[in-house]
T-cell receptor
């Protein structure tokens, strides 16, 4: 039972390079999320997808784009990486957009360093 | 305004003792959920316990219980009989209505043998 799978686990980029973080879930969840975690700031929402075919901005969307490829997959793209995007990135999923009582299930994170 | 406030950056507890991690929240939505997550040094986020805004009783999950005081807008996590494996970061989070889960800044718990 894989749950939420993120790839890669680690990545080092040079400023200006682009990359895509991949996320897939096998729990038949409708909603998916991308968070970033920085020291002393908890987790902050970058983008989310309430259901297949929809995406919305979160608290810190600048510099990122997302694609909800299908119900299982939700990718996060950095078009031109900046040192300020050095962070740990978490993908998460939950049952659905109207279920405020359902927890988010998280992947294991991607540690990204931009030099 | 902060949605979730965790005022204890770090806490220490003796093994086998109980510890309370504080969390206050801010919302005007009558329907919300409160969650606690554990993040060990390995980095994964582990869901611990949930409390709904309409729940009459405090949630419990094994050694974890949630002290929910709705009027005070607090949702403190109580860990009983602490174990060395409880050493980790603990995050309080709130979900309003449909979507986003707002996180606090976390409390680092260290269990002392």
């Amino acid at each position: 039972n894989a749950g939420v799978t993120q790839t890669p686990k680690f990545q080092v980029l040079k400023t200006g390079q682009s990359m895509t973080l991949q996320c897939a879930q096998d729990m038949n969840h409708n909603s998916m999320y991308w968070y970033r975690q920085d020291p002393g700031m908890g987790l902050r929402l970058i983008y989310y997808s309430a259901s297949e075919g929809t995406t919305d901005k979160g608290e810190v969307p600048n510099g990122y784009n997302v694609s909800r490829l299908n119900k299982r997959e939700f990718s996060l793209r950095l078009e031109s990486a900046a040192p300020s995007q050095t962070s740990v990135y978490f993908c998460a999923s939950s049952v659905g957009p109207s279920s405020y009582n359902s927890p988010l299930h998280f992947g294991n994170g991607t540690r990204l360093t931009v030099t | 305004a902060q949605k979730i406030t965790q005022t204890q950056p770090g806490m220490f507890v003796q093994e086998k003792e109980a510890v309370t991690l504080d969390c206050t929240y801010d919302t005007s939505d009558p329907s919300y959920g409160l969650f606690w997550y554990k993040q060990p040094s390995s980095g994964e986020m582990i869901f611990l316990i949930y409390q709904g805004s309409y729940d009459q009783q405090n949630a419990t999950e094994g050694r974890y219980s949630l002290n929910f005081q709705k009027a005070r807008k607090s949702a403190n996590l109580v860990i009983s009989a602490s174990q060395l494996g409880d050493s980790a970061m603990y995050f309080c989070a709130m979900r309003e209505g449909a979507n986003n889960l707002f996180f606090g800044t976390g409390t680092r718990l260290t269990v002392i043998p």
